[in-house]
């Protein structure tokens, strides 16, 4: 059993940015691949960013490659998501997602622990 909390979200303009993070409780946090998903209002929720166990392999959803960073420290049991050159459009609420995998997934499906979601809101 893993439990995810966010944190971290808020408003900032356009241009600004922002960092998630995601504090693990339970064991073996190492042992997942971690995603982060958004959700904007209105519309089904999409795959932003994903790491793998080691932190060594991402992958990043087209229409954040090159702004958003996600990264990891398994000594702190927290996932990042650093967000630069915002847009309005990024505004979401921001879920973290545990899956027990060895490869990067952006298949919701695949992922069996959410956090309850961090607000982000750019303004233009």
């Known amino acids: 059993q893993v439990t995810l909390v966010e944190s971290g979200g808020g408003l900032v303009q356009a241009g600004g940015s922002l960092r998630l993070s995601c504090a693990a409780s339970?064991?073996?946090?190492?042992?997942?691949?971690m995603g982060w998903f958004r959700q904007a209002p209105g519309k089904e929720r999409e795959f932003v960013a994903a790491?793998?166990?080691?932190?060594?392999?991402?992958r990043y959803a087209d229409s954040v490659k090159g702004r958003f960073t996600i990264s990891r420290d398994n000594a702190k049991n927290t996932v990042y998501l650093q967000m630069s050159s915002l847009k309005p459009e990024d505004t979401a609420i921001y879920y973290c997602?545990?899956?027990?995998?060895?490869?990067?997934?952006?298949?919701?499906?695949?992922?069996?622990?959410w956090g309850q979601g961090t607000q982000v809101t750019v303004s233009s």
């Open positions: 997602a545990a899956a027990n995998l060895l490869w990067c997934t952006s298949e919701e499906n695949d992922y069996a622990y």
């Open positions: 790491i793998t166990r080691s932190g060594v392999n991402t």
């Open positions: 339970g064991r073996s946090f190492s042992r997942y691949t």
